[in-house]
Nanobody
Framework: VQLQASGGGLVQAGGSLRLSCSAS????????MGWFRQAPGKEREFLAT????????YYSDSVKGRFSISREYPVNTVNLQMDNLRPEDTGVYYC??????????????????WGKGTQVTVSA
């Protein structure tokens, strides 16, 4: 399984960015996918997950109402639309995939495969 993320960059506070991650490999169409981030000096943080069908979505409290996760077929891409960005959203953003159950998805668990991160920097 290979995951390739893109779309990071520099944006001012209040602005928007859209991240995309394409997945390739066997059974990825049946995997949940998600987005995580790691801020400087902090542990990796769960942001959002989406089920294999694209119908079930879960968000962390820190991004709920500002970020939106979506999934596209048949290209098997997961997107993260980020609006009203804040300086504390700065970090390296990672996409992930795995056979997570719905219970695991709620907490960002069950992800076995990770892509290389993409940097997001939000200036004040």
């Amino acid at each position: 399984v290979q995951l390739q993320a893109s779309g990071g960059g520099l944006v001012q506070a209040g602005g928007s960015l859209r991240l995309s991650c394409s997945a390739s490999g066997p059974t990825t169409n049946s995997y949940a996918m998600g987005w995580f981030r790691q801020a400087p000096g902090k542990e990796r943080e769960f942001l959002a997950t989406v089920s294999w069908s694209g119908e079930s979505k879960y968000y962390s409290d820190s991004v709920k109402g500002r970020f939106s996760i979506s999934r596209e077929y048949p290209v098997n891409t997961v997107n993260l639309q980020m609006d009203n960005l804040r300086p504390e959203d700065t970090g390296v953003y990672y996409c992930a995939a795995g056979p997570a159950t719905y219970s695991e998805m709620k907490h960002g668990l069950g992800m076995n495969y990770w892509g290389k991160g993409t940097q997001v920097t939000v200036s004040a």
